[in-house]
């Protein structure tokens, strides 16, 4: 055999004794961050304002939206309780009020009982910029995520992400 061929030989070798194949992009057994709130993961949206648009919000395309109103939450239900450790909320370039009376307030959910974001939690890091809303926390069991424009404002949302570690 060749010394070329060898090692392609050795190499396929070492992939399959590992659990992996040649083609294989990922390292089996490493674990990474996945947005788990996505239509095709198995995630939902529901608002009763721009109901036909909610699944917008999810689907994993920047150039689809959906328009809040005040005070109108949407709902992203996932498709099973997962451990979500950060969120990035994308909007159309507008300013947004965060602290103690948010624009925006984003809530997680357990078994139906929403508590906001950062309610109780100094282990929640929150940035805001024109475009994007950013938290970042230690994980936390959620099964639903609740975004309600407040304060009389309403946004045009391109996309939800949520990640948890798979």
Excluded at 30 to 51: C, E, I, W, Y
């Amino acid at each position: 055999m060749k010394p070329a061929l060898s090692l392609i030989a050795a190499s396929v070798f070492v992939l399959s004794a590992c659990g992996g194949s040649s083609n294989e992009s990922s390292i089996p057994g490493l674990k990474s961050d996945t947005n788990v709130a996505l239509l095709s993961r198995g995630a939902s949206a529901s608002s009763s304002h721009n109901s036909n648009d909610a699944n917008n919000l999810i689907d994993g395309n920047s150039n689809t939206s959906w328009t809040s109103e005040p005070d109108t939450p949407i709902i992203i239900s996932l498709k099973k309780e997962e451990a979500i450790k950060s969120i990035k909320l994308t909007r159309l370039a507008e300013s947004a009020s965060t602290g103690d009376n948010p624009d925006i307030l984003i809530e997680l959910s357990i078994n139906s009982v929403f508590i906001p974001i950062n309610k109780n939690n100094n282990t929640v890091s929150c940035s805001n910029t024109q475009t994007l809303i950013t938290c970042n926390m230690d994980p936390r069991q959620t099964n639903a995520i609740r975004i309600t424009s407040k304060n009389g404002r309403s946004y045009l949302f391109f996309e939800l992400e949520a990640f948890a570690t798979k």
